[in-house]
């Protein structure tokens, strides 16, 4: 059996991972402080693109520190009584045979906000454990992950540059004494968009390809998913050009949430005329997305977009690559995601109460008011409440404390 090139080549130290070296220090200060007890978080969260080595700097790691590597992954998250049963146990004891133990929870990504235990359960496994947890993700910035990010130290990773991908390539090429031209592998580093393990991946079919016809236009662009903080960053930061128009493509949002970050972070990089020029586009691209909404013109699209890309990035004059600049998160989205947040745990809590007291779930949501009231610790330990369910009981019993005490008053 062939083995992937990309395992068989895996880094088995620091020294041989390009490209992290900032990834590489934050890992080891978060061990060397969870090891002396003075660590502020007991999880690290590594995220950033694929094929980066977030995953590599778990195993290397481990290996260093002749620690044992739990490994998870999402499918494991996604059911309460496994994580109870497997991870529970795990982060709680001490390894037999290594000097230690570190916990690995790979690709957090594919655990959604409906899967049963899911986040809310490597949350609450998260403050209990012994041992360290790192985690790694791709986008850490979406909603589903607000708490996790708060239970943990973030480390970002970066795309891999071209010249230390290509160096790579060329370092396989050698080994495998299989001769690759020049020019094809700098064509599959160039198209690999910063993905390293993608790039091992297509120099391992040119090389076992069985026709030896493999030329450069045979690898494919890798499609990469961009991050929101990143695009602003592109869209406020590089010069203005005919690519500008597609600054959001590979960004996983909606065109109308996109716009709301555009509008917070405005102010942040624009001033004076800048700053009207910069909202006079942004209210053309509100113009046009009205007109789709109310017409169903669905090529304004176009017009929407191009105003929120290429309109706004022309209104800054002078742009600096190299200047950094914090960009904040619209506070009016939080706010949506807050309330549909509230409104999800009261729909899961009336579900369950209907399951278990066999009332329909309409009924159960229009008498909601009263089950918060009945509910006691027997029957929210029947109806299996997560710690999520709970907190959100106990406010809304206190919102309804309150409500009744303004009552008396105001009847007084």
Not at 40 to 49: S, V
Not at 92 to 103: D, M, P, T, Y
Request: net charge positive.
């Amino acid at each position: 059996m062939t083995i992937p090139l990309s395992e068989k080549h895996r880094p088995k130290s620091f020294a041989q991972i390009k490209g992290q070296d900032l990834a590489i220090s934050k890992l080891r200060a978060f061990f060397y402080d969870f090891s002396r007890g003075v660590a502020k978080r007991k999880a690290i969260l590594l995220h950033g693109p694929a094929g980066v080595g977030k995953t590599t700097l778990a195993h290397v790691l481990a290996k260093e520190k002749g620690f044992e590597l739990f490994e998870l992954n999402a499918s494991d998250l996604r059911n309460r009584a496994k994580l109870e049963e497997v991870m529970k146990p795990s982060t709680e004891q001490a390894s037999l045979f290594a000097k230690g133990k570190i916990i690995l929870v790979d690709e957090v990504d594919g655990v959604t906000a409906t899967d049963y235990g899911g986040l809310a359960e490597l949350i609450s496994l998260i403050e209990k454990t012994k041992h360290p947890i790192i985690i790694t993700a791709n986008d850490v910035w979406l909603q589903k992950f607000s708490i996790l990010r708060q239970k943990c130290e973030l480390v970002k990773f970066s795309e891999i540059t071209f010249p230390v991908i290509l160096e790579v390539l060329r370092n396989i090429a050698k080994i495998e004494n299989k001769p690759v031209e020049e020019n094809l592998l700098r064509g599959i580093a160039s198209k690999s968009r910063g993905d390293m393990r993608a790039a091992i991946n297509d120099l391992q079919s040119v090389i076992h390809n069985t026709n030896g016809e493999t030329v450069e236009g045979d690898i494919g662009v890798r499609e990469k998913s961009l991050d929101i903080f990143n695009a602003i960053k592109n869209l406020f930061k590089l010069e203005t050009s005919k690519d500008t128009i597609n600054t959001f493509d590979d960004v996983d949002m909606e065109l109308d949430q996109i716009s709301l970050w555009v509008e917070k972070n405005i102010p942040t990089e624009c001033r004076g005329k800048e700053l009207v020029k910069a909202f006079e586009a942004l209210s053309k691209a509100d113009v046009f997305k009205g007109r789709i909404y109310r017409q169903q013109y669905w090529r304004f699209l176009f017009y929407q977009n191009f105003f929120l890309t290429a309109g706004i990035s022309a209104a800054k004059k002078f742009k600096n690559p190299e200047q950094f600049t914090k960009y904040d998160r619209p506070t009016r989205v939080l706010k949506i995601w807050m309330a549909n947040q509230k409104n999800a745990r009261k729909k899961s809590i009336a579900i369950k109460y209907a399951e278990l007291t066999h009332i329909s779930k309409k009924k159960a949501m229009r008498d909601f008011f009263m089950i918060a009231l009945i509910l006691d610790d027997n029957l929210a330990k029947k109806m299996d409440l997560s710690d999520a369910e709970k907190e959100f009981l106990t406010e809304y019993r206190g919102a309804l404390k309150v409500a009744h005490n303004l009552n008396r008053f105001v009847l007084k």
